[in-house]
């Protein structure tokens, strides 16, 4: 049963689209998050949602918006995609820090995306 | 600005022996450390953590040392396994903060 799910696996695209990836977790977590892992497999936090409300927001372009529809939820909108996109997008979640300060992260399987 | 380093991108290591992967820190209000490990393919997967109020954290074949003054931490694997071969991730964070700070990684590679 999988933990944190994300989907598509692969998303190849042109410059300029526009563009969802979808996570969902069924482990009750009240935390999510993206990470960014870019050419140099450095894994970067983007964006961060505490039941639903948005607690992270490293300086990220506005073409990406974070969307979390319930807190089993969130996702990933990318508007006008620019070659610099191209990375594996990962979703993660977590127990809420304050009841669970040093909680781990759980990390979905990532999506590759790639823009032509 | 990196504030967590590995600095050795590639390990490899005789199955039975021990594996030792290395992690710096810069950040002095990091007080929470973890390691992951990431096969090809699938996202990263929690290993072990250790609070700064450690020195050692031990769990199963894996121990984590944390060194504050040098802001230093390593991990141990004993004996290491094929199955040990991937990608490990040290990370830091502020306990009761979201934002986990990754290393770039090491690659271990198990030689059977």
């Known amino acids: 049963d999988t933990a944190v799910s994300q989907t598509p696996k692969y998303l190849v695209t042109q410059m300029g689209n526009d563009k969802s990836i979808k996570c969902e977790q069924n482990l009750g977590h009240d935390t999510m998050y993206w990470y960014k892992q870019d050419s140099k497999k450095f894994l970067k936090i983007m964006f961060s949602y505490n039941n639903k409300e948005l607690i992270i927001n490293e300086t990220v372009p506005n073409r990406f918006s974070p969307k979390s529809p319930d807190k089993a939820h969130l996702n990933l909108h990318i508007n006008s995609l620019e070659l610099g996109d191209s990375a594996v997008y990962f979703c993660?979640?977590?127990?809420?820090?304050?009841?669970?300060?040093?909680?781990?992260?759980?990390f979905g399987p990532g999506t590759r995306l790639t823009v032509l | 600005d990196q504030q967590v380093k590995q600095n050795s991108p590639s390990l490899s290591v005789q199955e039975g022996r021990i594996s030792i992967l290395n992690c710096d820190y810069t950040?002095?209000?990091?007080?929470?450390f973890l390691w992951y490990k990431k096969y090809p393919a699938e996202g990263p997967t929690f290993l072990i953590s250790?609070?700064?109020?450690?020195d050692k954290n031990e769990d199963g074949r894996f121990t984590v040392f944390l060194n504050k003054s040098a802001k230093h931490l390593s991990l141990h694997i004993v004996p290491s396994q094929p199955g040990d071969s991937a990608v490990y991730f040290c990370a830091a964070k502020n306990f009761g903060n979201e934002k986990l700070t990754f290393g770039t990684g090491t690659r271990l590679t198990i030689i059977p």
């Open positions: 950040n002095s209000m990091f007080d929470y």
């Open positions: 993660a979640s977590s127990l809420d820090v304050w009841t669970s300060g040093g909680s781990e992260q759980f």
């Open positions: 250790i609070s700064s109020i450690k």
